[in-house]
């Protein structure tokens, strides 16, 4: 038994690696892939034309040419090939994004809608008709599902705590795929921050280690070190949003007082600049009225914005002197406000970090913008699929 066994594993890895060097190269070729893998020719052959069958590789134009000969067709990730779905649940607003293969997005829904008072069954409905809308506009066949959500989050799919939307102890996944709009898919279940960073490091390119900060009505955080996500034991790591900036400061809905929230969440924000929300003004509006006001100059609004960016800045210099990280990304409702906030985290953390003499810290805005958590979410499936091509060869 243990021989086929072994042969069965080993063309699972043999797809993952020819899968991969097409991610890599494209436009690759068959001689091109059996030179870098050091696979036979026919080996590689086999392979690709598995790939090609499962839609997960496309046969295109020549490939570039190495050599004298006759030019060889080019391979490509498909476009059409499955896809993955992401969901987010966030104080404010439920999103749905489709990915492809690719890495392109090919479906993108944002419902601006206050989840705090509502059922959880409610929203997770709304989430569920969320997800069979976007499987019906993206036209793709879908690999699975994530969602993100703003809290601590348990296996398997239970929200420890969420305490902008007063969740605790809550299964989300069961009653998410009971739905019965839910589009009958695998779904798996991450922090927002968490699937923003990971979004942000498959984007980006550029830093191996950073600080990813999501701002909407909470703050948290992705940790990305040497390209891998920093779970912490539970899984829970990244809550800076509940970090202490001054320990006297207001009460924070998580019970603590003076939490990072409190002096750079959206809501704090906004109500510094004097920029009504909620019910009269939607969230991203806002953010966009912020914005505008900051750019003329409004003293109320550049007040807010540099309070805000001398907490993030005072907090992250905290996480960076203890996990030596190259930058300080800000994601979320952060992204559009970063012209303002970057340079008071930058001198906060010039002033605070112990390194940053000879080891300067980059503060950037997030590459995927406001976006980045349910783009992330659907990217992290499209990832497991590129990683394990055989899962959905044999169940595709």
Do not use: K
Not at 100 to 116: F, N, S
Not at 203 to 224: D, K, N, P, Q
Not at 317 to 322: K, R, S, T
Request: with cysteine.
């Amino acid at each position: 038994m243990d021989g086929p066994a072994r042969q069965r594993s080993l063309w699972q890895h043999n797809l993952a690696v020819v899968l991969d060097e097409v991610r890599a190269a494209t436009p690759t070729s068959r001689a091109r892939i059996s030179q870098h893998t050091g696979l036979t020719r026919a080996t590689v052959s086999a392979l690709v034309d598995a790939l090609v069958r499962a839609r997960l590789v496309d046969e295109v134009g020549p490939a570039p040419r190495g050599g004298a000969g006759r030019p060889a067709t080019g391979l490509v990730l498909s476009p059409s090939g499955p896809a993955g779905l992401g969901l987010e649940i966030n104080v404010d607003y439920l999103a749905a994004a489709v990915v492809d293969l690719t890495g392109q997005v090919r479906h993108l829904e944002v419902r601006q809608v206050d989840q705090r008072g509502r059922a959880p069954a409610e929203v997770l409905a709304d989430v569920a008709d969320l997800a069979a809308g976007a499987r019906r506009v993206a036209g793709l066949p879908l690999a699975g599902a994530r969602l993100a959500v703003p809290g601590l989050v348990d296996a398997p799919g239970l929200v420890r705590l969420a305490p902008n939307l007063g969740w605790r102890d809550l299964d989300v996944l069961g009653p998410l795929t009971a739905a019965p709009d839910w589009p009958d898919l695998p779904v798996g279940i991450d922090n927002e921050a968490n699937l923003a960073a990971l979004g942000e490091l498959a984007t980006a390119g550029r830093e191996r280690s950073f600080l990813y900060v999501s701002g909407e009505v909470g703050v948290g955080a992705g940790i990305v070190l040497d390209g891998a996500l920093l779970r912490g034991t539970h899984g829970w790591s990244g809550e800076i949003g509940h970090v202490t900036v001054a320990a006297d400061g207001p009460v924070c809905r998580c019970g603590a007082r003076g939490c990072l929230e409190q002096y750079a969440g959206q809501e704090a924000i906004l109500r510094a600049a004097g920029v009504p929300a909620g019910e009269a003004l939607p969230a991203d509006l806002a953010v966009r009225r912020l914005a505008e006001l900051a750019g003329a100059d409004d003293p109320a609004a550049i007040g807010a914005l540099s309070a805000a960016g001398r907490a993030l800045g005072i907090v992250a210099a905290g996480v960076l002197n203890v996990l030596d990280l190259d930058a300080v990304v800000l994601g979320g409702s952060f992204a559009p406000l970063a012209g303002w906030l970057t340079g008071h985290v930058e001198r906060e953390v010039a002033g605070r970090v112990l390194t940053a003499a000879w080891s300067p810290v980059c503060v950037r805005a997030c590459s995927l913008g406001t976006r980045a958590a349910v783009v992330g979410a659907a990217g992290a499936v499209v990832r497991e699929v590129l990683a394990a091509p055989s899962a959905w060869i044999d169940g595709g």
